[in-house]
């Protein structure tokens, strides 16, 4: 009987259809930091794709690795490099208004991941982090609102949301394998973890006086960081502490925003976490209601 | 149950149980029957991920990569790579890949198979003097070691003076230029 009542929740879970709001949020979010992200190549394209490049893929794979590579396969010249980047952009900006959308995402997807693969070296878990979630949206009707396809339709259909729901595992994942990693940390144990991190010079970017020039707070920060990690990626699928974890984890991430240079990591996490959002919660209702008034 | 369905539960199933076995921190440490198979689907899907921010432990050292290049008439210039903090804020935030290369990549003994490239690309970085060609290039790490905040605290902020940065040279590429003018 439990069994059964097991499956029949994972059955709802996964396929009992809901609306697409969450999944039409995402595909626009995702899209967006889809050109931050390209933006964010532009300053040093020749040192890190193409013949000038401080790593060639030769070294890093050796003859004949099978990753897609369409910068190599294109040649692995300058001109090879900016038309990638170029459809990578163009898709990518396709994919945000959702014009023929899932092309347009698995044309940005695949030429995402021949840049990633073009130089490992410089990928952070942002990066990462992009990846599969616009990998997964490829496989959701993201573009089924808000978007050119719909004609900028704003009733919001039903579809069994299993796509976004993978996102959102595997962002629970991240703040669970984060945390327990850490967990073995013995630094991470005895509280001073966030001492070194901040210690660290090139990610400095704002202090936060005098909490970073206090022992004892940073033991704070340390451990509250793990405890939080934990709560995001265990207790967020409890409904009630849904929304109180992922607005403590969005000022979380907004607290090393700025005081660390990590750049769009947390701008990335912060959009994950919005996947989070429950599907019956606006963010904000008052104003949705006024929206469906003048609708109807 | 349709066959779409049934095909969507298999691929949760498996992308849930690759997590777990290749992702987790907990993930097995031997070989397990589909391990390769795993790692295939992870890679060719571009899927693949490794989530370690700052752990098990924050790194510890403050390291840069400098490059000793020596010209064919004995001269000995230093050339350093992008050094994050010394740079305006905006500028630093957009120079963090190369820095992500630099410490995370390129100064590790592991991945000596890319200090060619490296090496290459830092003397396509130098002025070029004809007349006195670039002889040979020598890698150096330089670091400070952030000590136990509870034997010497450092304030937020802190630095140290270049003099007092360990050095290791970690490699030695000639550029093949020796000789007599």
């Not at chain 1, 809901?18 to 889809?34: D, F, K, N, Q, S």
């Not at chain 1, 006086?209 to 939080?228: R, Y």
């Not at chain 2, 003099?163 to 020796?178: I, K, M, N, P, Y």
Request: glycine share 6%; proline share 6%; net charge positive.
């Amino acid at each position: 009987m439990r069994i059964k009542n097991s499956i029949r929740m994972l059955d709802a879970f996964f396929f009992k259809p809901v609306p697409i709001t969450g999944m039409v949020r995402m595909r626009i979010l995702v899209g967006l930091m889809l050109l931050v992200q390209a933006l964010t190549l532009l300053p040093g394209l020749d040192h890190f794709f193409g013949p000038d490049a401080f790593v060639s893929t030769h070294s890093l794979y050796g003859p004949g690795a099978p990753h897609l590579r369409l910068i190599d396969w294109l040649g692995g010249s300058g001109t090879a490099v900016r038309t990638v980047l170029g459809i990578h952009v163009g898709a990518a900006l396709a994919f945000t208004v959702g014009f023929f959308t899932r092309t347009s995402g698995i044309i940005a997807y695949l030429t995402l991941i021949s840049i990633h693969h073009q130089n490992l070296t410089i990928l952070n878990s942002g990066d990462t982090a992009l990846r599969f979630a616009l990998f997964f949206l490829i496989w959701s009707p993201s573009g089924g609102a808000w978007s050119v396809d719909s004609k900028f339709k704003t009733a919001i259909p039903e579809h069994p949301p299993w796509a976004l729901r993978m996102i959102q595992l595997q962002t629970a994942a991240i703040y669970l394998f984060t945390a327990l990693s850490k967990l073995n940390g013995l630094s991470w144990r005895d509280g001073t973890a966030v001492y070194y991190a901040t210690r660290l010079w090139d990610f400095e970017r704002f202090g936060f006086d005098p909490v970073f020039n206090s022992l004892t707070a940073m033991k704070f920060i340390t451990w509250s960081s793990v405890a939080l990690e934990l709560a995001l990626g265990t207790l967020i699928w409890i409904p009630a502490l849904r929304i109180p974890l992922i607005l403590i984890g969005t000022a979380f991430h907004l607290g090393i925003e700025y005081s660390m240079n990590i750049p769009w990591f947390e701008w990335i996490m912060i959009v994950l976490l919005v996947g989070m959002w429950p599907e019956n919660r606006t963010f904000f209702p008052s104003l949705s209601r006024r929206v469906k008034s003048v609708q109807s | 149950m349709g066959i779409r369905k049934k095909a969507i539960i298999a691929w949760i199933v498996v992308h849930l149980s690759v997590l777990m076995l290749e992702v987790a921190p907990f993930k097995p440490d031997q070989d397990y029957p589909g391990k390769r198979l795993f790692t295939l689907y992870l890679r060719s899907t571009g899927l693949w991920q490794d989530w370690s921010m700052f752990s098990p432990e924050p790194f510890r050292l403050n390291l840069h990569v400098e490059a000793r290049v020596r010209h064919q008439n004995g001269l000995e210039t230093t050339y350093t790579l992008p050094r994050l903090h010394r740079l305006p804020r905006l500028e630093r935030a957009l120079m963090e890949r190369y820095r992500k290369w630099e410490v995370d990549w390129f100064r590790i003994d592991e991945n000596r198979h890319i200090w060619a490239d490296g090496t290459r690309f830092i003397l396509k970085q130098l002025p070029v003097d004809p007349g006195n060609p670039v002889e040979s290039v020598s890698l150096i790490r330089r670091w400070h070691e952030i000590e136990d905040p509870r034997i010497r605290f450092r304030e937020w902020g802190y630095r140290v003076p270049d003099s007092e940065l360990t050095g290791f040279e970690f490699a030695t590429h000639s550029t093949g230029q020796t000789g007599a003018k």
